[in-house]
């Protein structure tokens, strides 16, 4: 900077200068120190511009530094609470789709247990036909040992059964 080297110069002058017997004033040469001082004049307000450009400069970029963080920091809220909302989203569909399978399966174990009963209903009732229709064989094989091959007439019927009619020889009955 010529300023701090004009200035030095001044120093120079003053501090080489000759002193006044006496006192602490000292002689200077007037048209040197005058030069000096216009020097300086002429440098400084260059040097002043400049220190105040680089000021404006330094509050141009704080004020974009300031102004890009506080956008960052907004950007990060916004997505921060965006975060939250899906979290809260993703965790309400999660409960609720576990409720919805939690409630399948109690149904499905429901239907189940009502088919088992339906079912165990229908093969008892089945049972029963089959036993009584198994009776009713085991009864007319019964009726036929009896009668024996020689005998053309009927056997007597069991109390409380009905009497079939006799069929001829080889013929089938329907029923």
Do not use: N, Y
Request: aromatic fraction near 2%.
């Amino acid at each position: 900077m010529e300023v701090h080297e004009k200035l030095g110069e001044l120093a120079a002058l003053v501090s080489g200068a000759r002193g006044v017997p006496l006192s602490s004033s000292v002689l200077v040469d007037r048209e040197e120190l005058l030069r000096l001082v216009a020097e300086v004049r002429r440098l400084l307000p260059a040097e002043v511009q400049q220190a105040g450009d680089v000021l404006a400069q330094r509050d141009e970029v704080l004020s974009a530094a300031r102004a890009e963080a506080e956008e960052l920091v907004a950007r990060a809220r916004a997505e921060a609470e965006e975060l939250v909302d899906a979290q809260a989203v993703t965790r309400a569909s999660r409960e609720r789709a576990e409720h919805i399978v939690a409630t399948a399966r109690e149904e499905a174990k429901r239907l189940r247990v009502d088919a088992d009963a339906w079912c165990d209903g229908k093969l008892g009732d089945f049972e029963e036909e089959l036993e009584r229709l198994q009776q009713q064989a085991r009864r007319g094989r019964d009726r036929l040992k009896l009668r024996g091959p020689e005998t053309d007439a009927p056997a007597e019927p069991e109390a409380g059964g009905v009497q079939e009619p006799p069929t001829p020889s080889g013929a089938t009955v329907a029923r």
